[in-house]
């Protein structure tokens, strides 16, 4: 039901009778669902219980949520998409909304596809276009009847349950499977707790909404496996990859939307028998972590967009003392202080560059929640095997959305990283001019009976601070080299679609979904469109020109601003490494992920251009 | 912490074997006296060789590791705490020393070492403070007195400086001293019980750069006509001269005498116990593995993506 298959619409009762005995239901592929009210509403744990679920059921789904950058209170909304086929994009438009508040229904009435429905709270939203664009209102006193149901001095506490019934009725979701689910959240606070949400849930449940909706939704279940599918966030993911990749120190200063990352680091690592340290700002953070890391173990601090910015002098030390380092960047919208709660990909220069000297350095951005645990666990191998900074540049849209995925082999996965504290030889030199970098950590004996001094001066591959002209382009060149190096083990990105043709977009990080179903759309219509995603972005994969050369237009679509010469960042790193003018920019900066439609209309331009 | 395979002992530490490259300091450098100190009492304390760690940032004193033949890092400019407290909280095995300057630890890394103070880090901490910022030839420091004549203040210095005494004994260093460069003897107790110390424990010496403030601290040098006024600590001997003397472990008096006007007194100021940040985090540490018993982190990440199912 929503842009990515074609399946039965709502509103078209007599499509696609599903073979059930009433006739009324409807059977759907996909359905895109937004909540809109206030953030302590609970609507986001209504989505949280949908996506549980649909990883239950072996549903794709994705979810997508705002939150206001205030303490408490302000409008929020929690959107999910949730499809028995492929789920790659939050969804364009919603095809259900459900409106708690006046200004819900104001703000996203505009969300909802021709023909959508809208569910509202009679005892907040007045004021209705009922004639709008062939929307089915349906109005129902949510609050009253949450209040009658639950009784007590709960007020209207227990709302987002009650919609969850509301849903679970309409769409013919496991009343059961839901049970369990909500007694796993509420049980443990008590029984009581746990009583008044199962009222509340059935309150919507046997609620007689399908009659104002003339029949129900039967929402099929996936045919995949259902059993191992996880659903989790983004930041979440990445945690539990940094876990299994062997991170077990690290130090970090709270900043929106990393912090979940540090908050989980901080509880979990003590059962690893390691430490998280919060500190005083994110000097001292990175610092601590150069620290752990220094002492030998895989240490990793992170931050989002300004914090990395504060960080930048210590990271160019990591590159200079070739000392491993994991450094998780969530971008958020910039600059400055910026739209904290917002997605953006503005820091992707500031990642391979941002610091000062020439300080080369490995930058992986994750596609989508799933790849965040994977590319975590490959930012530990990398740091350890080439003993350099790795940047993992996550955002604000992976950090907080759900996505259901396969459980990870944790068997071929999970490792443990000790102090290598063994005898270093007499000849032991921490950079060899031919060879990998070896740290030797404090507690190591030296046969030689000489000690090492680790060291930000240019120094010789002995370590010895240097300010030789030879020595300096030796080791700048011994830096830059190792991460060249990286680049041999990289694989070329798989490319989605015909292997030449008329436009291939270019993707990296979090817009791998919107491209992704923006490619399978256009091919759908017979346009030649194909894409790839840049999941290394520093060291690029050897060989991505020739993929380019099949091309006529290369369109790099990013969430950044097209600059002065107006290309995006990727697309301006594209344009210098290849020198390719096929290469252009499709930008923007509104602080929302790529719809499908702006991407269409972004590949149309081109073709218009070329044509 | 993660489990560290024991070296096996190794042979007794001798000064020779601690010393490193010729420093590059100015000859008659204060620093110099220090670092023979510093030597003097590793050689007494025989600590293991390798487990001798000499963490600075940037500045003329914080040259330091490379004159230690030891384990060390020659960090970036103010942090050399935080890396200190990296290595400290994650080593502990270890022992920790931090040399710097009174740019690298008051100004530049004044935020953090209120922070290694108040956490209570497991570390010992140097300051050699010389009143000006040497390595970029003479500029303003944070300790330089009012009316001092520099590159950046040609007319006189006009900020009020720093009190490191204050600073130290406010932010809840559970060792705070002070000594004087040319009072080797003295510097070597005041050293030997910074290191003994549990816990944050820093040492002020005052070391004079001959080259942009010579004479910077005769006044507490009886060589150069000064006074080297030592605080008399209790002896907790009942008699009535006790009364007047100092208990380190009282914050107040400490603080009361680190207000006292240039040159002021030397020796402890400060010395109480408190629980330091490794032992807090070791014993969070301890629980939760206890918790976890015999599970695998592969078990642990399981059971967790158990819960997300």
Not at chain 1, 8 to 17: G, H, Q, V, W, Y
Not at chain 1, 88 to 100: I, K, Q, T, V, Y
Not at chain 1, 456 to 483: F, T, Y
Not at chain 2, 272 to 278: G, I
Request: charged share 20%.
């Amino acid at each position: 039901m929503s842009s990515t298959a074609t399946p039965a619409s709502p509103e078209n009762t007599d499509a696609s009778a599903s073979g059930s005995d009433d006739s009324s239901d409807r059977e759907l592929q996909n359905a895109v669902i937004r909540f809109a009210g206030n953030s302590q509403d609970g609507i986001q744990s209504i989505g949280a219980f949908l996506a549980k679920l649909a990883g239950r059921s072996a549903r794709e789904v994705m979810t997508y949520m705002t939150i206001p950058s205030t303490i408490a209170g302000g409008p929020s909304i929690f959107q999910v998409h949730l499809g028995s086929g492929e789920v790659l994009s939050p969804g364009d438009e919603a095809d259900f909304l459900f409106a708690f508040y006046q200004h819900s229904y104001d703000d996203h009435l505009n969300s909802l596809k021709d023909g959508g429905i809208c569910i509202y709270d009679t005892d907040h939203v007045e004021e209705v276009k009922k004639d709008e664009r062939g929307i089915l209102h349906v109005g129902l006193p949510i609050t009253s009847i949450t209040v009658e149901a639950i009784g007590g001095s709960a007020r209207d506490r227990g709302k987002n349950i009650m919609v969850l019934g509301l849903v679970a009725q309409i769409f013919q979701l496991s009343r059961e499977k839901l049970s369990t689910l909500i007694e796993k959240q509420f049980g443990r606070k008590g029984e009581g707790v746990f009583r008044n949400a199962m009222l509340a849930f059935d309150a919507g449940y046997a609620y007689a909404v399908g009659d104002l909706l003339s029949g129900d939704f039967d929402l099929k279940e996936g045919t995949g496996a259902k059993e191992g599918k996880m659903t989790t966030d983004g930041n979440t993911a990445l945690t539990y990859g940094l876990l299994a990749g062997g991170v077990r120190y690290g130090a970090g200063y709270p900043i929106t939307p990393w912090s979940s990352i540090m908050e989980l680091l901080r509880s979990e690592l003590p059962k690893y028998g390691g430490l998280f340290v919060q500190a005083e700002d994110e000097l001292a953070a990175v610092s601590l972590a150069m620290g752990m890391s220094f002492a030998g173990h895989l240490a990793i601090t992170g931050s989002s967009g300004p914090g990395l910015s504060l960080k930048m002098e210590a990271l160019s030390y990591a590159t200079m003392a070739e000392l491993p380092l994991i450094i998780v960047n969530v971008q958020r919208g910039g600059p400055s202080t910026g739209l904290p709660t917002s997605v953006e990909q503005s820091d992707l220069m500031q990642a391979i560059y941002g610091s000062h000297g020439d300080s080369p350095r490995i930058v992986i951005a994750p596609r989508n929640v799933e790849d965040c645990f994977y590319v975590a666990v490959e930012a530990c191998e990398l740091a350890k095997k080439y003993s350099c900074p790795v940047i993992i540049l996550t955002d604000q849209a992976l950090a907080t959305r759900i996505e259901a995925f396969k459980e990870p082999d944790l068997d071929s996965i999970v490792v443990e990283v000790k102090p290598d504290l063994s005898e270093r030889p007499a000849d032991w030199s921490p950079y060899p001019i031919d060879g990998a970098t070896v740290h030797a950590p404090p507690g190591s004996p030296m046969a030689g009976g000489k000690y090492p001094v680790v060291t930000g001066l240019e120094h010789d591959e002995w370590g010895h601070p240097s300010g030789s002209p030879e020595v300096h382009s030796k080791m700048n060149a011994r830096r830059r080299e190792k991460i060249k190096k990286v680049a041999d083990n990289i694989p070329l990105p798989k490319v989605c679609g015909e292997e030449s043709g008329d436009t291939l977009i270019v993707g990296w990080g979090s817009t791998w979904g919107p491209i992704r179903e923006a490619t399978l759309r256009a091919q759908e219509k017979g346009l030649s469109v194909s894409s790839i995603h840049i999941r290394h972005v520093h060291p690029l994969a050897n060989g991505l020109e020739t993929i380019f050369d099949n091309f006529k237009d290369i369109v790099v679509v990013e969430m950044n601003d097209e600059g002065l010469y107006g290309n995006g960042q990727l697309a301006t790193l594209l344009r210098a490494r290849y020198c390719n003018p096929n290469i252009r920019s499709v930008c923007k900066t509104d602080g929302l992920n790529f719809k499908i439609k702006e991407i269409l209309a972004g590949i149309d331009a081109g073709a218009t251009a070329t044509s | 912490m993660s489990a560290i395979v024991e070296a096996p002992e190794p042979k007794k530490l001798t000064k020779k074997m601690l010393t490193a490259d010729h420093p590059t300091w100015c000859p008659g450098c204060g620093d110099f006296a220090v670092l023979a100190a510093f030597f003097k009492v590793l050689e007494k304390l025989q600590i293991p060789h390798e487990k001798i760690c000499t963490i600075a940032g940037i500045g003329c004193s914080s040259r330091f590791p490379y004159f230690v033949n030891g384990h060390g890092i020659h960090y970036i400019h103010g942090r050399a705490l935080p890396l200190a407290s990296g290595v400290s909280l994650s080593r502990p095995d270890l022992h920790v020393f931090a040399f710097g300057g009174d740019g690298d630890g008051y100004s530049i890394g004044g935020n953090h070492l209120d922070h290694a103070a108040r956490k209570n880090v497991n570390l010992t901490y140097v300051v050699m403070d010389n009143f000006v910022y040497g390595l970029t030839k003479k500029q303003t420091s944070p300790t330089s007195p009012v009316g001092y004549k520099s590159k950046t203040d040609p007319m006189g210095a006009v900020d009020q400086p720093i009190n490191p005494m204050t600073k130290l004994v406010n932010g809840g260093a559970t060792f705070v001293a002070r000594t004087h460069a040319t009072q080797v003897k003295h510097m070597m107790e005041v050293f030997q019980r910074a290191i003994e110390h549990p816990g944050f424990s820093v040492v002020e010496v005052l070391s004079e750069c001959i080259i942009f403030y010579p004479g910077a601290f005769d006044e507490g040098n009886p060589r150069k006509g000064g006074e080297f006024n030592l605080i008399e600590e209790k002896q907790w001997d009942d008699t009535p001269e006790d009364e007047a003397r100092h208990d380190v472990t009282n914050k107040s008096d400490a603080y009361a005498i680190a207000c006292e006007e240039f040159p002021g007194r030397f020796g402890v100021f400060l010395e109480h116990d408190r629980p330091t940040k490794n032992q807090l985090e070791q014993r969070w540490i301890d629980s939760s593995m206890e918790k976890v018993g015999d599970a695998t982190p592969k078990d642990l990440i399981a059971q967790r993506f158990e819960g997300m199912k």
